[in-house]
């Protein structure tokens, strides 16, 4: 009779240049640990190792986010299941001490014992392009937005002869001259020096301003093709749907239900009730850039939307404050995206019934 293979759990610990894997038993007992370049020999080298130690359940990867990125798809693409393991908690780290085999070691029995449940973004399809493509765009507005206030602060100190020309411009049109200049002389010399600095600034600034426009055609085109129905949502527009797409991941089904949606987004409320008094507080958690869309949607629907304008009068008229009333606002386009991105069948959300 031949011997069934035994059940075994996996975790990995990822870094820059190796990730360190471990190998416990259904009792979460120690099997063995080794180490592992990061190198497509050394994902598949890990893999071998693994299922060595008899049937492989379930993988535990730290940071499947970063580091753990590839090793995750290279895992789910052998037929294995993968869940994304949180930084151990502190009191934990300082009982048991810290280093890549304690690391590996207690993904594995975080996975064993069941605590980690949570399903990776599957980093492989229209969001993850939306998601490089939307960082790009950001880092773009940010190095835009130095450059004009580097060209406010140079004029604060510029010589006054070059100043005096300038009062009174708006952006647009400071950058236009500034890009014309055609500065001359010695550039010990601080007006020339200002003049030669305030052109490369200037056109610094309208490159980037290509820059994102060339972002935002793309972002609009590949949001549309991903999701056409998320697009169609009042509010939602391709920068939106780019934030929105790539905190969901390419596997939405990874969410159970718009309760879990609205608990990544951190729009679903914390309750902090005590004895008579029953209350929910401000979600603090939850992916932040994903908040920050729900809220720019919430802005655009408070400004054009009359149902939502109705439903602000008549919040406000039972004594909320705005930021309250925004709160509810959140929550109730979370439910009508997760709609959007999964196609559920969730019931809309009738903004003159809700309390």
């Not at 969001?127 to 140079?154: D, G």
């Not at 009174?168 to 200002?194: H, K, N, V």
Request: aromatic share 4%; net charge positive.
């Amino acid at each position: 009779m031949t011997d069934q293979p035994r059940d075994v759990f996996g975790g990995v610990d990822t870094h820059t240049d190796t990730h360190h894997a471990a190998v416990v038993d259904a009792l979460g007992r120690h099997l063995a640990d080794a180490q592992f370049p990061t190198t497509s020999e050394g994902y598949h080298a890990l893999l071998t190792w693994l299922r060595s130690h008899g049937n492989v359940c379930a993988v535990g990867v730290e940071g499947t986010g970063s580091y753990g990125t590839q090793l995750a798809r290279v895992l789910a693409a052998a037929g294995l299941t993968v869940f994304d393991i949180n930084r151990p908690d502190r009191r934990i780290r300082h009982r048991q001490g810290k280093s890549d085999p304690i690391d590996a070691y207690a993904a594995a029995q975080a996975v064993a014992a069941g605590r980690a449940d949570i399903v990776p973004k599957a980093h492989d399809g229209a969001a993850e392009s939306l998601r490089v493509l939307h960082n790009a765009r950001t880092s773009a507005v940010k190095a835009r937005t130095q450059a004009i206030n580097q060209i406010r602060s140079l004029l604060v100190t510029a010589p006054d002869t070059l100043r005096a020309q300038l009062r009174g411009l708006a952006a647009a049109d400071l950058i236009a001259t500034f890009s014309r200049l055609r500065p001359s002389g010695d550039l010990a010399t601080p007006a020339a020096a200002a003049k030669f600095t305030l052109r490369r600034l200037a056109r610094r600034y309208q490159e980037l301003g290509r820059e994102i426009e060339d972002y935002d055609s793309e972002l609009t085109s590949l949001a549309t093709q991903a999701a056409p129905e998320l697009v169609s949502v009042n509010g939602v527009g391709p920068e939106t749907a780019a934030r929105l797409l790539a905190a969901v991941g390419d596997n939405p089904e990874r969410l159970r239900s718009e309760a879990a949606f609205a608990h990544l987004c951190g729009v679903a409320p914390i309750p902090a009730s005590s004895g008579r008094r029953d209350r929910h507080r401000l979600n603090r958690g939850g992916n932040r850039s994903a908040n920050a869309a729900l809220y720019r949607i919430v802005v655009v629907r408070m400004r054009h939307d009359q149902r939502t304008r109705d439903y602000i009068a008549r919040r406000t008229a039972q004594g909320l404050q705005k930021k309250d009333i925004i709160r509810c606002l959140k929550r109730y386009v979370a439910r009508e995206v997760f709609r959007a991105l999964t196609c559920a069948d969730t019931p809309r959300i009738d903004l003159a019934q809700a309390a």
